[in-house]
């Protein structure tokens, strides 16, 4: 077998959660990365040195689109590639690299992050002149696209993340939110009235990410969390959340919660257009979710999902602590949930 060089290009400085798992794929079926990225993501995923033969860095902000594109490109036709995976796989510098590279032999492949790309972006439609493999993260919106013909379609989920050896117990009513105070992406207000309703004070939430001071929501959520005397209840971050400590809290906590709800802009964002974050965090470390029940038609969240409605969220949340620990161990037992399973995947769709 032919040993191919795959390069993996994520140069928006974001979507990084989705790259060591391609790379472990690419690695273990015999082949070389090459990562094309920003230093930021470098910088932020330590892990990723033992997966890479070569590592290029582009300060994007610093560039022009012109620039970037020509950078990117300069790369990509020195470095004797066989595949570039586009991490994100939309925009107009992905848009301008595809062009340039139209007529070369590279194949290249591409990952999407919401299936309005598929429906909403001209600019998507000049990169399918390039591009007519994509990857989705989920099975239920790869089944809502109807594609183009010439386009190949599949889907996987990124379940590798960097796990300390430290031993971990699972903390007794602990409660993983993925994601920093956002109200694009949670129904903060749903949160606020939820967590007033349940009587029980050892259940504390964690917000699992930067809570940015800068978004107008950041400090009213906050007060209203003091104001209601929930702060020894409700812990969030004003800064960047290492891969240390991301793992660790995921590790010791009995639930996931994505906080989206139908009829609010979290509901925009999640589980029409795109998966959650929270989604493959709870498959990749079989912990398992509280959904609305709005969302139980979603058939490969069934096995590690518990399910709620906002007016009866504390008694749900009661038969799902109690019920925890059974859900974990039929997640690790769901095949769809394992993270060699989702690289097979991967590396077939590449044919590795």
């Not at 969220?313 to 799902?320: I, M, S, T």
Request: neutral net charge; aromatic residues 10%; glycine residues 4%.
């Amino acid at each position: 077998m032919k040993k191919k060089r795959i390069a993996l290009v994520e140069i928006g400085g974001s979507h990084d959660e989705c790259l060591l798992t391609q790379m472990h794929a690419i690695q273990s079926s015999g082949h070389e990365v090459v990562l094309i990225t920003s230093p930021e993501v470098v910088d932020r995923n330590p892990a990723f040195a033992a997966y890479t033969n070569e590592v290029f860095t582009l300060n994007i902000t610093e560039l022009t689109r012109k620039v970037q594109v020509r950078k990117v490109w300069k790369i990509i036709s020195s470095e004797r590639l066989d595949i570039v995976v586009l991490n994100t796989a939309q925009g107009k510098v992905i848009r301008d690299l595809c062009l340039k590279a139209l007529f070369s032999k590279i194949e290249f492949v591409g990952i999407i992050h919401t299936t309005r790309m598929f429906t909403e972006s001209f600019t998507q439609k000049i990169i399918h002149r390039k591009i007519k493999k994509y990857l989705l993260l989920s099975e239920y919106l790869k089944d809502k696209v109807s594609p183009q013909k010439g386009l190949s379609l599949e889907f996987f989920y990124p379940l590798r993340f960097p796990h300390s050896d430290q031993k971990i117990e699972r903390s007794n009513k602990q409660i993983a939110i993925i994601g920093g105070v956002e109200e694009r992406r949670k129904d903060l207000n749903g949160f606020l009235e939820m967590i007033q309703t349940i009587q029980d004070k050892k259940v504390r939430f964690v917000f699992l990410g930067k809570s940015d001071p800068e978004k107008p929501e950041v400090q009213p959520f906050l007060n209203a969390i003091s104001e209601a005397g929930l702060e020894d209840r409700v812990k969030t971050y004003d800064h960047f959340v290492s891969q240390e400590e991301f793992d660790q809290v995921v590790r010791s906590s009995d639930l996931i919660l994505p906080l989206v709800h139908p009829n609010t802009p979290s509901a925009d964002q999640y589980f029409r257009n795109q998966i959650s974050g929270a989604m493959t965090v709870s498959f990749g470390y079989k912990v398992p979710m509280m959904i609305h029940k709005e969302y139980g038609h979603i058939e490969e969240m069934h096995t590690a999902a518990f399910y709620y409605r906002l007016e009866t969220f504390p008694q749900d949340l009661e038969n799902a602590l109690v019920n925890t620990e059974k859900a974990s161990e039929e997640m690790q037992q769901h095949l769809p949930y394992s993270t060699e399973e989702q690289e097979r995947r991967y590396a077939d769709f590449l044919e590795l």
